[in-house]
Nanobody, 124 residues
């Protein structure tokens, strides 16, 4: 029912910026909470930023004031603008959609739909 496809990952220097995109299938933003998760090797997949069906955004403490999540309904596209990147931001980033409470602390096991992931690498 829901399809998600990320793009925009890459390698940047510490302090640099990167913008990720996720193209979603129709009606995804109307029917689901959507957001971005990330996973570094050996670590649990964690929520980074979420946006609910009325456009309210929330962020994890570690990325607050550096990352911005947004969506363009006309293009069915979700974005994550990442600024002031740090080496600890290095991870595989996934866009996600799910039914239920739209919290950045949502357990990854509760996510209904995932994109394929895009790698972000930040060097010092």
């Amino acid at each position: 029912q829901v399809q998600l496809q990320e793009s925009g990952g890459g390698s940047v220097q510490s302090g640099g910026s990167l913008k990720l995109s996720c193209v979603a299938s129709r009606a995804t933003f109307v029917n689901y909470c959507v957001g971005w998760f990330r996973q570094a090797p050996g670590k649990r997949r964690e929520g980074v930023a979420v946006i609910n069906t009325v456009g309210t955004t929330t962020y994890s403490f570690s990325v607050k004031d550096r990352f911005t999540i947004s969506q363009d309904n006309s293009k069915n596209t979700l974005y994550l603008e990442m600024n002031s990147l740090k080496p600890e931001d290095t991870a595989m980033y996934y866009c996600a959609a799910w039914a239920g409470i739209c919290a950045v602390t949502t357990n990854s096991d509760s996510i209904n739909y995932w994109g394929q992931g895009t790698q972000v690498t930040v060097s010092s």
